[in-house]
């Protein structure tokens, strides 16, 4: 198609900008730019909005445009319209800190491939100034959080919306707030765009960040707008939710986007069908007083609008269902919005609040759960709504999460030619499973990436060692009192991952449960192990913080009881870039949350695609991805689940259980990883792991799913080559 356009060295850099009534921007052409931008605004809204609380997708993981510019060689240029841009992109922040993990993380791999697939959708979020925090920890106090410092304005990719009415002011909508007297007070936000342009440079998503901190907007706005997931108090959170569902529809007017469907990537912007059940009040109705309207009115109403909105639910956790308590609400809403959630966001558990969850699946025209499992327990949570409830099990973005070292092995075999636009092709990785070249390098390429996590690591170790002497912090590993300079750890050593937000129902600590048995399997055989964890606790969780504590603390005890063969490393400050490290570096990735409460799980998926096997518990995506040993280990608790399953309270969640089952697997893992030196069984697991799951778990196929939900029309040779990326796969089977 459109691959080759730009794959000639004379690239001429004036065709990557383009200008319109919003600004100038960089990264595709003119005419790629007018065309996304006629699909978005077209009479037909024939496009969908993606609202999401989070977006993740830091450039320094995946950035296709300044990929090709180094490829080129183009990193400067005379002409100082694009210096400017060049130099940002060089040399700019390569975070954009507006994520708090896998939520967020999924919308970015989501928006990439509709990218890709050149699908017509605009999504809109939150631009958090203060970002999401950063993590320090220290081995005596545990996680400590920082705000974030980064400048959207220094950031490549990201341009502040201009206003076309008055040229060189930015655009700016606004939003009603109100008080419990009903006095309305109006909140402003401008509007930033990340382009995700796509691997072909061809294409691209444009992401609407909504910014209400604005210097002139109302304090308690400010308040909720700086930094993402505040639930410093629960007015606070609910501000935050309502920036987001009634910025939608503002956005959308502002800057003349049509589109008739629009898809709820978790409850949190939900607020925005309240707001179109009393524009479809005030019109067909021609009610100018919604206070007016009748139970059936609004009911009515109700049903209209669902048929625009389709809803993902994404965890079976009952926090992570927004419910506001009433006189709460009262604080910013209108009192016609009340009556509204009356009737439409009733609480089974306190006449007192309002279940926005509730809400989203009473609104919609379709829901779906995020795998196989979540959706059976999606049913038994929402009985009443179990009809329209399927299963769209998650994936993930391959060309941002399969490792340089493994892309470069796939594109020397032609039997996988066309990979990277379409991740179905890997599935030919099984006739290469016997090809001694193929099973050669895929090793090395495995090695080639566990030695640039370890030098990250090492380095990250040397760094703990001198902040030791030079700042009042405790260095979070103890690792890094006892040896001297030179030790470094060793990536031949079985290394096991685990990283994902601390959550208790992750279990972090799970195979430290009984820390003499794990020592005692690697000292009976004299196997050493390493284990990498990561990850952040939400800062109001206590729970989740000390069981990052917990960690620290068994670090010692592992290494001591165990003859210093096995090590606990923590790295701090888990982010996407992390993240990539890790799923390409290690040996074997751990989850081992408590079924069912893994809606999904992402993390897993991004191992996966590198060939790495999963060591985990029978939930969320695995019970899919697993394939009768082929592709990994299971453990644990498998069998049926009821209510009392849901519940994340200590005595329920399973830890002796589940950790026995952990210690019965854990020995077969490692003999079979230090039996050969060609690690022929783990090689075996990584090739089955690329011809089975890469083309199931892979953003492609689940963009294609979602589109079969949209019912938009795209153009036949388009389509057809989304139906063949559905027919990989069907979720709801
Ligand atoms: C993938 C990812 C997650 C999600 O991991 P889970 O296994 O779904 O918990 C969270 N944070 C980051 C930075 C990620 O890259």
Request: glycine residues 6%; proline residues 5%.
């Amino acid at each position: 198609m459109h691959a080759s356009n730009y794959n000639n060295k004379n690239l001429n850099l004036h065709n990557l900008v383009a200008t319109s009534k919003f600004g100038t921007f960089f990264g595709v052409s003119q005419k790629i730019f007018d065309e996304v931008w006629q699909k978005l605004t077209a009479s037909d809204a024939n496009s969908v909005v993606y609202i999401s609380m989070e977006i993740g997708a830091d450039p320094d993981v995946f950035h296709p445009v300044k990929d090709k510019l180094m490829d080129l060689e183009k990193t400067d240029s005379m002409d100082s319209r694009l210096k400017k841009f060049i130099k940002k992109l060089f040399h700019g922040p390569e975070k954009i800190p507006c994520y708090g993990g896998g939520l967020g993380v999924l919308a970015g791999d989501t928006l990439k491939s509709f990218a890709d697939c050149r699908i017509p959708v605009v999504a809109v979020s939150l631009l958090y100034r203060d970002g999401y925090f950063s993590q320090i920890v220290d081995s005596k106090l545990g996680q400590i959080s920082q705000i974030v410092e980064w400048l959207p304005e220094d950031t490549p990719g990201l341009y502040l919306l201009q206003d076309p009415e008055n040229p060189g002011t930015p655009l700016q909508i606004q939003i009603p707030f109100f008080n419990e007297y009903d006095q309305e007070t109006m909140a402003s936000a401008h509007v930033w765009m990340k382009m995700e342009v796509n691997h072909t440079l061809d294409y691209f998503i444009p992401e609407l960040l909504l910014d209400f901190s604005l210097d002139d907007n109302p304090a308690p706005i400010r308040d909720a707008a700086g930094r993402l997931y505040n639930s410093e108090s629960s007015i606070i959170k609910a501000t935050q939710r309502r920036m987001l569902g009634t910025g939608i529809l503002p956005v959308m007017q502002a800057m003349g986007i049509t589109s008739s469907t629009l898809h709820l990537n978790e409850q949190h912007g939900v607020v925005v069908a309240l707001q179109l059940i009393a524009e479809e009040l005030m019109g067909s109705l021609k009610h100018t007083d919604l206070s007016q309207a009748t139970d059936e009115q609004i009911l009515s109403a109700a049903d209209k609008v669902a048929k625009s909105l389709v809803y993902t639910i994404h965890t079976p956790v009952k926090a992570g269902h927004d419910r506001f308590n009433k006189s709460v609400y009262a604080g910013i809403s209108h009192k016609s919005c009340r009556h509204i959630l009356e009737l439409l966001a009733h609480d089974t558990e306190s006449p007192h609040s309002y279940n926005f969850t509730t809400l989203a699946m009473r609104v919609n025209r379709t829901a779906n759960s995020v795998s196989r499992l979540h959706r059976d327990v999606t049913h038994k949570q929402f009985p009443d709504f179990a009809e329209k409830i399927t299963a769209i099990t998650n994936g993930v973005h391959h060309l941002t999460w399969i490792s340089d070292a493994r892309a470069e092995l796939f594109d020397n075999f032609p039997e996988l030619a066309d990979w990277r636009s379409n991740p179905g092709a890997l599935r030919n990785t099984v006739a290469l499973k016997d090809n001694k070249r193929f099973r050669t390098y895929l090793l090395r390429a495995w090695e080639e990436d566990s030695s640039l996590l370890y030098s990250f690591v090492n380095s990250m170790l040397l760094q703990h060692r001198n902040q030791m002497t030079s700042t009042w912090i405790d260095p979070p590993n103890h690792y890094s009192n006892i040896i001297d300079i030179d030790t470094k750890l060793d990536p031949a050593v079985f290394t096991v991952g685990f990283a994902r937000r601390f959550s208790t129902y992750k279990r972090a600590d799970l195979i430290f449960d009984n820390v003499d048995t794990l020592c005692a399997i690697a000292v009976d055989n004299n196997w050493p192990i390493n284990f990498l964890f990561s990850g952040k606790a939400h800062p109001a969780d206590e729970p989740g913080k000390s069981v990052i504590k917990l960690i620290l603390d068994y670090q010692h005890e592992l290494h001591t009881k165990s003859n210093g063969l096995v090590n606990l490393i923590f790295i701090p400050n888990y982010d996407m870039k992390i993240a990539k490290l890790m799923v390409a570096g290690v040996h074997a990735w751990l989850n081992n949350p408590k079924r069912p409460l893994e809606a999904s799980g992402t993390s897993g998926m991004k191992a996966a695609l590198n060939g790495i096997p999963n060591l985990s518990i029978m939930d969320g995506w695995w019970v899919e991805g697993y394939h009768d040993g082929l592709t990994g280990w299971k453990f644990g608790y498998e069998g049926p689940i009821d209510e009392a399953d849901l519940s994340e309270s200590p005595e329920t969640l399973l830890y002796t259980e589940d950790s026995a089952s952990f210690y019965e697997i854990l020995p077969k893992v490692l003999e079979e990883f230090y039996e050969d030196a060609d690690k022929s069984k783990f090689i075996d697991k990584a090739i089955m792991n690329l011809s089975l799951n890469i083309p199931i778990f892979n953003t492609h196929r689940m963009a294609a799913e979602y589109l079969q939900k949209y019912k938009i029309n795209l153009p036949p040779s388009l389509q057809s080559r989304m139906d063949t990326f559905a027919e990989l796969y069907n979720s709801n089977e």
